[in-house]
């Protein structure tokens, strides 16, 4: 098996497929604990099992999922992991057609109230959650002046230091490492 890819897309069927916000948590499940059965994956995300495999079809139709037949222990049972380690997209990919530019705008709506809720949820969390942590969860803003050549490279310095964190082994040292959702936007805005 190859090493998975961050996967560029440029077709507004595979992002209909993402704009969904289960979906979007089954690829978020999958990337987080690795393949799942529906079992499983209806666990992780409190759903019933006819609806996790309904949308389970439709990502695997826009070649987000495949099947990781290697480890079922019989014929019945079905696993499923991500085609990609990750997918990204860029608006002006589908600007071009104004249905197109439609479906990406969506998903990328869809995305940023992910992130929201993920992090409304943290705001949520119970004060010994909280204690439990620290000072490590953390918020940041700041206003630059840049280009957008300056802008495209920050963007890609953050997503390279992202994903070092993303791709590095993880220790084996017997501590215990919780799932934690990083993001982070850097778009031109008006204060």
């Known amino acids: 098996m190859t090493e998975p890819t961050v996967r560029q897309v440029t077709d507004s069927r595979v992002l209909a497929a993402l704009a969904h916000p289960l979906r979007r948590r089954l690829m978020d499940v999958l990337k987080v604990h690795g393949p799942c059965t529906v079992g499983l994956l209806a666990e992780h995300t409190d759903q019933a099992p006819a609806n996790v495999s309904h949308h389970l079809r439709v990502l695997a139709a826009a070649d987000l999922l495949v099947e990781a037949p290697e480890l079922a222990r019989d014929r019945r049972e079905r696993w499923w992991r991500l085609r990609d380690r990750g997918v990204r997209w ?4 589908f600007d071009g057609d104004p249905a197109d530019r439609a479906v990406a705008d969506a998903a990328g709506s869809l995305n ?6 993920l992090a409304r949820a943290w705001h949520a969390a119970s004060d010994e959650t909280r204690a439990a942590w620290g000072e490590g969860p953390f918020s940041t803003d700041k206003w630059l002046r840049l280009t957008p050549d300056e802008l495209a490279q ?3 310095e953050v997503i ?9 082994p993880v220790p084996e040292d017997g501590q215990r490492r919780e799932p934690v959702f990083l993001f982070s936007y850097g778009v031109p805005a008006r204060p």
């Not at 940023?112 to 809720?117: C, K, V, Y």
């Not at 390279?160 to 590095?168: G, S």
């Open 160 to 168: 390279a230091l992202f994903a070092r964190w993303a791709d590095r």
């Open 90 to 93: 860029s608006t002006t990919d």
């Open 112 to 117: 940023l109230e992910r992130h929201a809720e």
């Open 154 to 156: 920050l963007s890609q």
